[in-house]
C-alpha cells in the first residue's frame, strides 16, 4: 500500500502539502521551506487530496481557515462556538 507524505510550510504554518512518499518537491518549491509533520497511508488520505496528486503530482490545501477567511463567508461571531 502506497503511503503519502505531508509537510507543513515553515513561515505558513497552516499550509500543507502532500506527496506520494519518495517523491520530488514540485518544481517552483523549496524543501527549506517545508518541515515533514508525518507519513499516512492511502486509505487516510482525503480523496480531493488524492485527486489533485493523480492530477499534478501533489496535493496542497489550507488548513485552520477562520470563517472571516472566507470570501462572502457571513457567519455572526455570535453564532460560532
Known amino acids: 500500500m502506497s503511503t503519502y507524505s505531508y509537510f507543513l510550510h515553515l513561515r505558513r504554518p497552516s499550509f500543507r502539502l502532500v506527496l506520494k512518499s519518495g517523491s520530488s518537491f514540485p518544481s517552483g518549491l523549496d524543501p527549506i521551506d517545508w518541515k515533514f509533520k508525518e507519513e499516512r497511508p492511502y486509505d487516510k488520505v482525503h480523496a480531493e487530496v488524492m485527486k489533485d496528486i493523480e492530477c499534478q ?19 455572526a461571531a455570535s453564532s460560532r462556538r
Open 57 to 75: 503530482g501533489f496535493g496542497a490545501y489550507q488548513q485552520d481557515i477562520r470563517s472571516e477567511d472566507i470570501p462572502g463567508a457571513r457567519i
